[in-house]
Structure formats: C-alpha cells, structure tokens
C-alpha cells in the first residue's frame, strides 16, 4: 500500500520533537479525520535552520511530516512556502489516494509555521496556501 | 533475530484448517462434477453438497433444509435483508437494526432508505450492548424486519440475541441476525434463541473464502436478489460451489465438535492479552464490554495514538492486528462502531483489535506484550496529543 | 470390465486443472490474510488479487482496473444487467436480448420485466444465430441495454458478438455478453469487438467453482445490488476470494497461452464424434451450426429418444454427458434452445450435449462411438415415437 | 436421484414392447412435457395374463412403466384399475418429487387400457382415475 519511501519515514521519522522558543508554528489537521500535526521552525536570516513535527496520525501523516522537514531544512522561507502537497508525496515515491487529500497536511502546516514567523518576527502578514476544506484548527 | 510471522487478525479472516484444504481437494480434481447434473460425477457433487448442508445446518441447531450456500456473509445479508423488504413490501416499510452492524448490514439498510424504506438504528451503551428496551420500542405497526448482529466484529460485544429474539417472536416481525464472528466461538442455537435468518461465513471458522450460508427459518418467504438457473431454492442461483461448500462444512463440524474447548483456549489468550496490556501501558483502555464479548476478541485504545500506525508498526515487529474491521482500513472515517460508544474522535482513532483463533498460543501472547508497549512508546513519542496532556 | 469414467459433460464445468489447484494452495494455509487488511498478510493476498486481475484482464484484452471479481457467471450477468438497468432507469427502460440466453440472463431480464422494464427476446435463426438485423430494428430510443451472450452454452453457436458490438456502439447503448463458454475456447477481444460488459466464470476454464468476473468498460456506471463494506469498486462487497481469484487467474494464463491448440485440440475431437454419430446412426442430427460454433461442443438429437434416458444410459456406460444445460437438468420443460430454432417438443426433448475439454482423447471418443449406437437402439426398442414412425 | 429400484426397471424395463390384437391399449402423456407412453394388455377371464409397453421419457417414465406391468400381470382387470401413481412410486422406493407429477403416467395408461378393455370386449363405457391436466392425447 504504501512505497519504501514512505515506510521508511515512517519507521524513522526525521526530525521528531518540538523546538523550544521556536520562531513559527504551524498546526493543521482535525482530530475527526484522524490526523493532527504541528511543524515548529527556527529561523535565521530567513533561513530554516532548524525543524521539528509532532504528529498525530496515520503513516502518511508520520511520513508526510518528516519529509517535508528534510524538504525544509535550510531553504529559505519563501522558498519553503513553495513546496506542494504534490512535492511533498512524489519526494515519498507517492501516495495511496485516498491519503493524498486528508493525510498529507505536512506542506500546510510547513507553510501555516513561516506564516507564524513573518507575523511574530517581522509583524507582515502574508497569505499562505492550506487546504481549509480538509481541516479545522 | 527472524522476523516472527504472528496472525492475531482472526476476525478478519483466518488461516484455513488444514484438514479443511484436505476434504476439499478432492473436489476439485476428482469429483468436480456440477451439483445439477444427472450423472455420476453430478451425483457425487450433490452427495458432498448435502452431507456439508446438512453439517452446517447442525452448527447452529438448523434443519438442512434451512441452509442455503451464498458466496459470502455479504451476499447472505443482503440476501436475507432484502429478501424481507422488498417480499414485505405493501405489508410495511420499517427495518430496526443497530447502529454498530457490519457494513454488509449497515450499507444494505442504507440502500434500502435511498429506496423508501425507513430505518431505525439502535444505540448501544458505552460498552457497545444493544438497548431491547430502545429496541421493542421502536417497533411500529409497520415493522417488516429486525436485524441485530450476534456479537460485533470490531468490538467482540454478544448481543442480547435471545431476548431480542423473543421481542421479535412476540411481536410476529422475522429476526435476523449476523452471527459471522459468533459462528465456532460461541453457541449458536436458531430455535433457542427464536431466530428466523442468520448469516454464516466460512473464512472466519478456518474455512475457504467466498462461501456463505443463510439460514431461513421454515415458512420465511424471501424475494431473490440474483436470477437464474434456480439453484438454491432459487435464492442463489449459480453453479454450487462444491469444494468450498465442503471446506465450509468440514470447517463447521471441526467448530462444533471443540467449541467449548477451543473457546477456553481463546478467552485465554485473551485475558493474557487484556490483562497484561492494561497493566503495562499507562493511558490504555479496554474497548466493549469486560466479559459479555467473543472469547476471541481483545480491543484497545492508547490516549495519543493513532490506529493505522500502531498497526503498521505491529507489522513492522510481525504481528498482523488491526484497527477495527478489515473493510475500514482503507478509509478515513473513524469507526462507527467506536463512535457508536460515545467514544471522541481521537479516541475512535486509535484503536487496536487483537483477536485470536485456536492456533495462536500463549507465547505468542507474552511475545506480543513484549513488544507493544515499546511501539507504544515511539508513536507517543512523535504525537502531539499525547505531549500535550 | 471396469467401468470408463469419461468426461464429456466440460459446458456443466470442468475439472480444475492441476496447475491451478497447485496455484490456490499457498492461499489457504499460508497467505490466508485478507486482502482488505494493512498488515503483511493482507498485502501479501492484495498482490495475489491484483496478480490474478491482470491475467483475467489479459484473456479478453482488457485493463486490470476494468475486471471486477464475483461470486461466479451468475452473479456477473445480475450485476452487469440490473447494474446498468437500475442506473439508468430515468433514462429509459427498454432492454434488447435475445432468445436462447442463459437463465443467469433470461431470467434477470424476465425479473427486469417484472419491475417494469420493457424486454425485446431477439430471435435466432433455425441453427441458432441471432439475428443481427432483427437485433438493430428492435432499437428504440428507450434503448438502456443490448445483452446477448458471446456463444451457446447448449448448441454452441457462436454469436455475430462483433457486430451486435457494432450496431450497439452506433445507436450509443451499453453492450454486455455473457462469455462464461467462449472463454478459453475463442479469442475474445472487448476492444475489438465493442464490448462495454462482459461477464466470465472460472469454473468453465478449468479454475474453481464459485468465481466470476466482470469487465466493466472505463466509464461504464453500474447501480450495485450487493452492498456491504465497498470491495470490487463498491459492486462485489465481500472479504475477496483470493484463493479461488488466484486459481482462476492462473486458469485464465493457461487458457490464454495455449487456446489455439487446445482449440484446435477439441475441435479434432468434435468433428470425430460429430462425423461418428451422424455416420454410424440413423435419424441422428445435428443441433445448432454446422461450424460457427464452440471447438468443444456436438449437441444432437436421435429420432423418437429422450433425453435423460439416453444421459442416464450413457452413465451407467461411464460417460458424462447432458441433456443441455446443467441447470435445466431437473425442468421437465424442453430447452427454450432448442425450441427457439424451431424444433418440435418431442424433439427438443431428445437433446445430447457433448462437450470436450483439453484433457479429453481420442480413445475417449472412439469409445464413446462404440458405445453410443447400442445404447439409441435399445432406447428406439422402448421408445412408441420410434416404432411408429 | 433416482432409487435403485427406478434404476434396476430403467435399465432393465420389463415387458417392453407391443401385443398384437390386444385386449385393450392405453396411450397417456404429450410430447410436449417429454413423456409419452403406450400400455398394450392381453385379458383372458377378466384376468389380465399379460402386459406389454413402449414409453418416450425420462427414466422415471420408464420405471413406472416397467413397473406397472409387472404389477398388473395376473390381476383381475378390476384389482388392476385400483392401482394408483402413488403405489407405483412406493414400489419404487419413491420418485423424485418433480416427477411425481409429469412422469408417473404409468398408472394413468393401464387404467386407460382396461377402459379400453371394457369398451371393446364387453361393450360397456366405464370411468377411470386418469389425471388429464398433466396430459392430452
Ligand atoms: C459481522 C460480519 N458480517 C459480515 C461480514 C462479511 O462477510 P464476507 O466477507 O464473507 O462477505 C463480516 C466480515 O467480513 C463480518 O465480520
Ligand atoms: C452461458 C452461461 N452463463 C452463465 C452461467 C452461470 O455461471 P455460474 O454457474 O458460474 O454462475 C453459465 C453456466 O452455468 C453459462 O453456461
């Protein structure tokens, strides 16, 4: 059902954990459909040094989390803010279909964390792109 | 260390008894004449059918002529379930049945609203029993059916079969009752318990797949859902499917004969499993009911734990468990049995079905106990829910 | 002496061959697991089911995603016809059959009939084709379904399948055929022969009793009738069949790999009983088409002879035959065959299916060739019809 | 399907063929439901000292026939008018229930053939037990 990519992150997640004083934060997913994470990020020169992910939730989710926290990791935010769902799920070999909508929140809640950051750090308010129909938070 | 290769997913299929795959091979390479036919390889096809009729007719105190053979537990609800309506249709159009059926029932009254009839779905109580009372007073006038499952699949709760029997008896409306997961673990008694239809399926009793049976009571008249040669009574026409009838009998007269004996084995197991579980992980329930459940039949919850991972997980370490009903797994609603208990979504979300057959073993249990908690742990470790606290 | 056993009954069903039985046996015992489940053993039976799919697929030239497993022919004809019946209902409520199906279709649309549907039972000619022409004028703009099977399971015609495929995809009207005895036998192509429906049954090729399939076309919409936890694309719920899939996708590679000369095979062995019987007994005739018809089927019929009498005889002699259809073995009613290419009662009541397998020889057929003559004579002595010619 | 006695008088019919100048003759059943049978008797002193038949049918048609003769050989024609379908199917250890109607005509034929009997030899029009509705002739 689900490829070697997958499994294998979701076997050894990357990334595991919180950040303490974390620069954003970023939450999706609904405990209704099954799936809940939050993606913390530190950030220097708007640089993603450093990013952690709690998650709630099936394989997908454990494996959408800690890619997309590799995919992260030192690119800039606005680089960042440009990962897809779909790059997320072709970077784990794809997904199951029924997971690619409810399960695969992991760019979301990446791009719900810079959100965090440019409004704590720097008081802008930008639009990011999440999927509002497929979670509540 | 070798992977250990350890099934405790016997309520969604089992392995098939090896004497089983013995009574039915020669069915295939030998005797493999078709049931209908007038000549000797016909004949013997009949001869085999009958006798397996006649051993699944004596699982669950039937008469063999009150046993039909469909291709599944599926077809026999469907069968039985809307055989009734549509044959009862200008005598009414109410249909009680409970809100934690297995989706062959659930799904099939759900059709059967889209065409006009009217549903009502029982509650159960938070350990998963149905209400009689919410039950006897929902009959109305109009009332052409009860349909209650025997035990449930996700949950291993038995359910008041007789007294609901007796209300429906009472109350002149046929009972039906999915007795899948009941057959080969605990008694089933069709005239005891005032039974009219009753679902069977062979893979669940250590028999093949794609066999069923339905019992319908004397005097029960059924409108058929498939049209065709006649077989069956004309409810399941179809070339008999011989080998697997025979499978399904043998594997019932094996369930007969070591019922009590092989369910001691089980409720073994599973208070092994229950006990030691709840003792070792902190934050974890049992889900059901604490004795009124399938000696076969353990399912957990783990506060912060999501159901498809644990599962996975299992895998990974060579247990093969699930997180409710196999038909499930690939969806993305919690189970409606678990809401049913009035069980929160993240709870519904995180659970863990362990069940056993007469094959598994006590070791495989400690080995089993060995390990969960770890796994427990790690997925704690990455959820948000359980940090959170 | 010690009594023959030969088979030439292969129309009814076949012996499961051994290569197949060979292939199902790891399903029982060792990859029991249900396809549905997450863990190692369902995906071990999920690769199997998906495996036999793309074989299914490959014997009619069709796409893995477009078959659907089933309880069997039967089942498949139900789904398919009162799947687009059903669906379709506002759109129209004619249906376009013809004359000689098989009750799996007759019946369905007989049942259809019931509902409202409005049925057109395409005529044949004296050997048994449709009429194609008669076919296209029956079309009326309510027009919903054209279902007429690929070939006979009595005489063995062969049906005009493309051009019935043809004339269907020009008027816009899903075509469905029932080609549970081409299987194996003929080349079957859905591409080229415009075939939206298509329905298959293991148990004919050699596979196990009691599994079907069904092509269903890409963007082909069905009503289901079963209902239940959602298998098969929502049309076939039930926990999957593997090992009985896993056996008729084996039965379909080998049907595949050899068909011409197992064809060619049988063919050999038709002609030799077909010239033999004609030749060596008098008022002996020919049921059906001389040549457009199955390699493996010979079906007559003997002056002032009954049937059952003459199948019965011919057991006793060690030989498996039919009167006609497996299913029509205990009417007493003649085959609708037989009658609808314009024989008298009594002659359509004499009928002797033959029909030949892979496994059948030469010796087989001579023997049956001695033996025949004696067996029709000491009938004709009994028989007034005879007598008083 | 068949008792082994059906089988033994299908296999092996008794008394098959015609009587020239019979006493009597009695034709029963329609082609059109398979069966057709013709009982041919021989009557000296009321007493019917010998029975012949010829049947088109299943074998069910063929016991029966075989077995009425032997029955009525040696009965008195009004004994032999007392024997019914049902006793014909006992001493046949039972016919399968979808013959007991259309191909136990046996009984129906030599009642017809002591009718017969009675019309020709003594001029007198006698009522017998036949079942017309399971066939014309
Ligand atoms: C309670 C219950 N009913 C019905 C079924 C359906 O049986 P089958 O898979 O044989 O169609 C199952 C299992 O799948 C079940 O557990
Ligand atoms: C032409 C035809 N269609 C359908 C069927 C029914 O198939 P099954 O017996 O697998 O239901 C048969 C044989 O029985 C057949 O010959």
Sequence with gaps: MYSPVVMDHFKNPRNVGVIENPDGVGTVGNPVCGDLMTVYIKVENDIIVDVKFQTFGCAAAIATSSMITEMAKGKHVDEALKITRQNVADNLGGLPPVKMHCSNLAADALHLAIKDYYKKRKGVDIEVEVHPEDHTH | MVKPRIYFDNSATTMVAPEVVEAMLPYYTQYYGNASSLHTFGQEAKKALEESRAKVAALINAQPDEIIFTGGGTESDNIAIKGIAYRNRT??????????????????????????????????????????????????????????????????????????????????????????????????????????????????????????????????????????GGHEKG??????????????GKACEIAATNLEANADHMRKLRERAIEGVLASIEASYLNGHRTQRLPNNANFRFTGIEGESLVLMLDEAGFATSTGSACSSHKLQPSHVLMALGLRHEEAHGSLRVTFSRYNTEAEVDLFLQTLPGIVGELRKISPLWNRR
């Design chain 2, 235 to 248: 409810l399941r026409s179809s070339t008999e499917n011989v080998a697997g009838v025979v499978g399904f």
């Design chain 2, 91 to 228: 005598k009414g159009k109410h249909i009680i049945t409970s809100s934690i059926e297995h989706p062959a029932v659930l799904e099939t009254c759900r059709a059967l609203e889209k065409e006009g009839f009217e549903l009502t779905y029982v509650r159960v109580s938070s350990e998963g029993i149905v209400d009689t009372q919410e039950l006897e007073r929902s009959i109305r006038k109009d009332t052409i059916l009860i349909t209650v499952m025997h035990s449930n699949n996700e949950i291993g709760t038995i359910q008041p079969v007789e007294e609901i029997g007796e209300i429906a008896a009472r109350h002149g409306i046929p009972f039906h009752t999915d007795a899948v997961q009941s057959a080969g673990k605990i008694k089933i008694d069709v005239k005891a318990q005032h039974i009219d239809l009753l679902t069977l399926t062979a893979h669940k009793i250590h028999g093949p797949k794609g066999v069923g049976a339905l019992y319908i009571r004397k005097g029960i008249q059924l409108q058929p859902i498939i049209h065709g």
